[in-house]
């Protein structure tokens, strides 16, 4: 199945703003921050060793997901396009934050 240009773009900037995320997510841990997903702060709790491969998993197969439907409509309303646009604003949003958070340790 061919899919546009963009969607490319959509998906690598997503999954490296992932990326971006665990690490950052990972050093705001270590100076005291607490993780928001509860699924991710069992798995740093109980199985510390796989919260990079969990959160990639996640978020890859997300972002597959999105991509291979992206033609559809979500309940005949939106887009699936348009979600994986939301998504990564969403991490463009969460990275600004996870920088401003980060502006005392550094």
Same mark, same amino acid.
């Given at each position: /199945?061919?899919?546009?240009? /963009?969607?490319l773009?959509? $998906?690598?900037t997503?999954?490296?703003?992932?990326?971006? /995320? @665990?690490?950052? +997510? #990972? +050093?705001?841990?270590?100076? *005291?921050?607490? @993780?928001?997903?509860p699924? #991710? @702060?069992?798995?740093l $709790?109980?199985?510390?060793?796989?919260?990079?491969?969990?959160?990639?998993?996640?978020t *890859?197969?997300g972002?597959l997901? #999105?991509? $291979? $439907?992206a033609r559809?409509?979500?309940?005949?309303?939106?887009?699936?396009? +348009?979600i994986?646009?939301?998504?990564l604003?969403?991490?463009?949003?969460?990275?600004?934050?996870?920088?401003w958070?980060?502006?005392?340790?550094?």
């Amino acid at each position: /199945d061919w899919h546009e240009p /963009d969607l490319l773009f959509l $998906a690598v900037t997503t999954l490296l703003l992932s990326v971006i /995320d @665990e690490f950052f +997510t #990972l +050093t705001l841990l270590r100076h *005291g921050a607490t @993780e928001a997903n509860p699924l #991710l @702060e069992y798995v740093l $709790a109980e199985h510390p060793e796989l919260f990079a491969i969990v959160k990639m998993t996640l978020t *890859g197969v997300g972002v597959l997901v #999105l991509v $291979a $439907a992206a033609r559809a409509h979500l309940f005949r309303v939106v887009r699936v396009r +348009t979600i994986l646009q939301w998504v990564l604003l969403g991490y463009v949003m969460l990275f600004g934050y996870e920088m401003w958070l980060l502006r005392d340790i550094f």
